[in-house]
């Protein structure tokens, strides 16, 4: 035994075989330093996130500060006064013709109406039709799957079978 102990061979495997010893425990010591990166690599993350939000909460309020602002200045130099001529002219006449003219207002009005609600149920029909073609699809893709998966059982079966007859 103690000339094995001085054979450089010998010692050289003793070795190798307290290296694969020591292997759990130096996996274990490489997944806590990992872990521990990994959360210091997310705190920093998180706070640069919560710094860049901060600033930009700043930027918000110092722009909304800046635009009340301008917008006193633009009312004290009557700059926003409202301009009379971009509005819809007041009518003017008898009241027969301003009658006439709310009907035909509620006419348009409920036409626009009668479109909005066109419009939202063929939207919510669409709707409908893309979840219903995502159900087919996705029944297709797990019948693709299963098919795949029983093909591949049938296939090892077979190479198992040839394997042993063999």
Known sequence: MSARSS??????YVDAVRGLGRL??????????ASAVEQQSVQRAR?????????????ALIAGRAMSTAEARLVAAQVLVPDVTAA?????????ELVALVQQSERELAGDLGSLDTARRRARQR???????AKELA?????VI????????????LLVLALLVT
Do not use: N, Y
Not at 90 to 96: D, I, K, S, T
């Open 7 to 12: 054979d450089p061979l010998w010692d050289e």
């Open 24 to 33: 759990p425990e130096l996996r274990d010591e490489r997944r806590r330093t």
């Open 47 to 59: 706070s640069a996130q919560d710094a860049e939000l901060r600033r930009c909460e700043e930027w």
């Open 88 to 96: 819809p002219p007041m009518p003017v006449g008898p009241p027969e």
């Open 127 to 133: 709707a409908i039709e893309q979840a219903q073609r």
């Open 139 to 143: 029944a297709r893709r797990r019948a």
């Open 146 to 157: 299963k098919f795949a998966a029983v093909g591949g059982v049938v296939v090892v079966a």
